[in-house]
């Protein structure tokens, strides 16, 4: 979502007449994007300042923070600072351009914490996309979900879904403007249910995510992937949508946060073990290989060496192809922030390495099943570890490297596995499709 926020706002500044700065050093206006997901966000937005008002020369820059950490604290952090001189909220992206313009114009420091108007545009120009292949496609933002541990719905509010038909024409644009893979994005994919008439009314599926798949299946872009999907709005009839559709790539992200039921129940999740492996066991009966990753939170309060052990145990059944493991901390503001976290920081670390440890192991064991055989790879560019190597996904979001030349890049191409290695795959280049 970050990701995508910053090419909104990058679009809004460019259609406004602003001219993006390949430079700190440069530029007149600098935007932190921010994220409160993990701890001390606001602490290292004011070093990362530091850094850049430490190595810039000449005038001071107007300086200004964007994302959640802006949403939560914006206030605070105008107010603590005499660097910062905006702060936008993730409703106001569209509205950034005048807020720059007050500042500019010495109206003094300015604050947006606004919800978006349903009117303001959101278009993202195709210069500012993070790849020339690849594009973000947002479907819906928020959370109603309030796990105990996560800022998300204080920063980014309730669900809201795009209606589908918005959804599909800017994926046909897409595909019209070249990009071969899009990602529908949201904080719970799957949580999709538009308030308005959908317009899917006529369109097979059990749940409107669902549903919604398939009408963005039918637009004819060659790969479309998800993320990120909450485990109890995982309907069977999505891993079928999967199944039906070949351009519906054979990847789901299904957080499970804690393999013991008590500390799900601790966490708020709203599913228990038994259903969590129900959604597993669906995803893995699927007529093709659907790869399987996940997050993983350690020494959440009170969670005793059984609990973990529990977490490890439902670690090694599901056998993910690659696992986000993070170490518990408070976040201000949410429910767990109340409990007490009596477990230290030497314990959590001895918790995650334990993990990771058996992590590796299955994912070694995962990547070698794949050598011998061939994937599809959406060529991205060069290789960042040799120059005569190109670089991609597959449509399991693998990294996929193989020797190549750049004649290549944003052709989606056949690769002949031949070495796993720790976190990718190697191969040789078979045809091009």
Not at 365 to 385: M, P
Request: glycine share 8%.
């Amino acid at each position: 979502m970050n990701v995508a926020d910053s090419e909104r706002a990058a679009t809004n500044l460019h259609n406004a007449g602003y001219a993006i700065s390949d430079s700190t050093q440069s530029a007149d206006v600098i935007i932190f994007n921010t994220c409160s997901v993990r701890a001390r966000a606001a602490e290292k937005v004011f070093a990362r300042i530091r850094d850049v008002r430490r190595f810039r020369n000449g005038r001071k820059p107007i300086i200004g923070v964007m994302g959640c950490v802006a949403q939560l604290e914006g206030e605070n952090l105008l107010e603590d600072s005499t660097s910062i001189d905006f702060a936008i909220g993730t409703g106001a992206l569209e509205r950034i351009p005048s807020i720059v313009k007050e500042v500019l114009e010495g109206q003094g420091k300015a604050l947006d914490l606004g919800e978006r108007v349903e009117s303001e545009a959101s278009g993202v120009s195709a210069s500012f996309r993070h790849s020339p292949y690849v594009a973000f496609v947002p479907i819906i933002e928020g959370c109603n979900k309030f796990c105990t541990y996560c800022i998300v719905p204080y920063s980014r509010g309730r669900e809201k879904s795009r209606v589908a038909a918005e959804i599909v024409e800017e994926v046909s644009r897409l595909r019209g403007e070249g990009f071969r893979e899009i990602h529908l994005i949201g904080q719970n994919v799957n949580s999709y249910r538009p308030r308005t008439d959908s317009g899917l009314e006529s369109i097979e599926g059990a749940t409107q995510f669902s549903k919604l798949l398939r009408v963005v299946a039918a637009t004819g872009i060659e790969r479309i992937k998800f993320t990120t999907s909450f485990p109890r709005d995982l309907h069977p009839d999505i891993v079928s949508a999967i199944d039906e559709n070949e351009n519906l790539c054979n990847w789901v992200h299904l957080p499970m946060q804690s393999g013991s039921n008590r500390v799900l129940r601790a966490m708020r999740r709203g599913y228990k073990v038994e259903d969590y492996i129900k959604r597993v066991e669906a995803i893995k009966s699927a007529k093709r290989r659907i790869a399987l990753t996940s997050d993983i939170i350690v020494g959440f309060p009170g969670e005793t060496v059984k609990e973990f052990d529990e977490t490890i145990n439902l670690v090694k059944y599901c056998r993910y192809d690659s696992l986000y493991i993070f170490k518990y901390s408070e976040r201000p503001g949410t429910p767990a922030a109340s409990l007490e976290d009596n477990i230290s920081e030497q314990e959590k670390t001895a918790r995650f390495l334990e993990l990771e440890k058996v992590q590796k192991g299955i994912q070694r064991s995962v990547l070698e099943e794949y050598v011998g055989g061939e994937v599809r790879v959406l060529v991205e560019g060069k290789s960042a570890k040799t120059p005569l190597d190109m670089r991609g996904h597959s449509t399991c979001h693998k990294v996929v490297n193989f020797p190549g030349d750049i004649s290549l890049a944003g052709q989606e191409v056949i690769v002949r596995i031949t070495e796993a290695k720790v976190n990718s795959l190697y191969g040789g280049l078979v045809k091009g499709l």
